[in-house]
């Protein structure tokens, strides 16, 4: 196993850093390593909001849901789907493409990309000793975000990237079986043995939450995916997405 293998298996989702800013130097670098991913017919359909200022960054963590870290962070990047750009390429070329910009495909794209993007930039971050968290909370009030962020249209913001010197050293929390995932050839229905791979899982969960919190709780995934689903989160997402004249069509 090589070590860009461990960085990624060692991976855990930091929420308490120390009070260093990164260097603009690693700033520079984590953008140059989320711009060398994977990114589709090259169309590069996302942006990246750096955010310094403290003002900007405690209402970010607000609209977040409260989340302080977002504002005491060595950095705080927004990743955005962006297609503005390319309606900036459609007049330069004297092209009209309003019905791809405005497809469902190239909304995937755009959302795709920024998501490999945004992986690349984690990985390279974790190997430079430094910790991160993935920040969706940003859905939770897009309206106002977009605001502080000033993004024009066909940019969305979709979830921000807390980046720092970690202050604390989480355990890594398990993921499903390997073979609940992972297929060959073909999905794999079968209701027995996929409940009892569920199962399984629920027990590994229920273990690691008991020994973090010392017994104080033992959720299931199962039990958590069924609370978090029985309440509909953010459904005004579809109007204001459109809004911004993304996956209309």
Not at 26 to 34: P, S
Not at 234 to 244: A, D, I, L, T
Request: glycine content about 6%; overall charge negative.
């Amino acid at each position: 196993m090589n070590s860009t293998i461990e960085t990624i298996l060692n991976h855990r989702s930091i929420r308490k850093f120390k009070d260093q800013p990164l260097t603009d130097e690693q700033i520079n670098l984590l953008v140059k390593a989320a711009q060398s991913a994977s990114t589709s017919s090259n169309v590069q359909a996302y942006s990246i909001i750096g955010v310094k200022d403290p003002d900007k960054k405690q209402k970010l963590a607000e609209l977040a849901g409260g989340q302080s870290y977002v504002a005491h962070t060595g950095h705080f990047f927004v990743f955005c789907a962006d297609l503005f750009r390319h309606q900036k390429v459609g007049e330069m070329e004297g092209a009209d493409l309003t019905e791809s910009l405005e497809s469902t495909e190239k909304f995937m794209v755009a959302i795709i990309d920024a998501a490999l993007a945004a992986q690349n930039m984690s990985v390279a971050a974790e190997s430079m000793g430094l910790g991160i968290c993935y920040i969706g909370g940003l859905r939770n009030n897009l309206p106002a975000v977009s605001d502080v962020l000033k993004t024009p249209e066909r940019v969305i913001p979709l979830f921000g990237l807390t980046v720092g010197h970690p202050d604390q050293n989480p355990d890594v929390k398990p993921r499903l079986p390997f073979e609940h995932l992972y297929f060959e050839d073909e999905y794999d229905t079968e209701d027995q043995r996929y409940k009892e791979q569920l199962q399984t899982y629920n027990e590994t969960v229920s273990s690691y939450y008991h020994e973090r919190t010392e017994g104080k709780r033992s959720d299931t995934w199962t039990g958590q995916m069924a609370k978090m689903l029985s309440h509909p989160q953010r459904m005004y997402m579809k109007e204001f997405v459109q809004g911004k004249g993304l996956d209309k069509q």
